[in-house]
Antibody
Framework: QVQLQESGPRLLKPSETLSLTCSVSDGSVGRHYWSWIRQTPGKGFEWLGYIHHSGYRRYNLSLGSRVTMSVDTSQNLLSLTLNSVTAADTAVYYC???????????????????WGLGTMVTVS | EIVLTQSPATLSLSPGDRATLSCRASESIRSFLAWYQQKPGQAPRLLIYDASKRATGIPARFSGSGSGTDFTLTISSLEPEDFAVYYCQHRYNWPTFGQGTRLE
């Protein structure tokens, strides 16, 4: 089954840019919708956005213009960029596949069936 | 924003017991609810989607029910590996998660 693996810098200073990638093992990055999700002990899980190789993007409004996501089908990679980080962006960051099964709501199903292992990013 | 409230926060049971976990939405989300299991240091694992459909490879002892605002995850007979944290999640407008129930 598909495996997802996040990678990127683990320690950032305030105001720096967070850049993570997610490798998709089976080359299916162009066939699914994907999301980035983060988890903190205090706030729990926070969905960051959806992305599809077609150019579809939908971001969590709480992030404003700080967030950008992209897909590279030639490299089977997803990317997440978050600008002007603060301590509040300290979290475990996951990439996840939108479940291809289930009821579609506005073009997407409602759950995430495959998750990466997660990568801890600390802003300090 | 639709808020999901899970109860109880902690559930203390023994192997072989029946576990009943609750998730309540602040407004109707029809059947657009998923349940996940998370163990320490691991990613969440999808158990149930669309409120009652088991994900691929999930044992039959896991079942989900409910619609509208009240949902339940039931584990019919707890196995040792089932002790973990369980989260509900909806995507009626954008995805949000409950705060979790720790099954110990």
């Amino acid at each position: 089954q598909v495996q997802l693996q996040e990678s990127g810098p683990r320690l950032l200073k305030p105001s720096e840019t967070l850049s993570l990638t997610c490798s998709v093992s089976d080359g299916s990055v162009g066939r699914h919708y994907w999301s980035w999700i983060r988890q903190t002990p205090g706030k729990g899980f926070e969905w960051l956005g959806y992305i599809h190789h077609s150019g579809y993007r939908r971001y969590n409004l709480s992030l404003g213009s700080r967030v950008t996501m992209s897909v590279d089908t030639s490299q089977n990679l997803l990317s997440l960029t978050l600008n002007s980080v603060t301590a509040a962006d300290t979290a475990v960051y996951y990439c996840a596949r939108v479940n291809p099964s289930g009821t579609y709501v506005s073009g997407l199903t409602t759950s995430f069936d495959m998750w990466g292992l997660g990568t801890m990013v600390t802003v300090s | 924003e639709i808020v999901l409230t899970q109860s109880p926060a902690t559930l203390s049971l023994s192997p072989g017991d029946r576990a009943t976990l609750s998730c309540r939405a602040s407004e109707s989300i029809r059947s657009f609810l998923a349940w996940y299991q998370q163990k320490p240091g691991q990613a969440p694992r999808l158990l149930i989607y669309d409120a009652s459909k088991r994900a691929t490879g999930i044992p039959a002892r896991f079942s989900g029910s409910g619609s509208g605002t009240d949902f339940t995850l039931t584990i019919s007979s707890l196995e040792p590996e089932d002790f973990a944290v369980y989260y509900c999640q909806h995507r009626y407008n954008w995805p949000t998660f409950g705060q979790g129930t720790r099954l110990e």
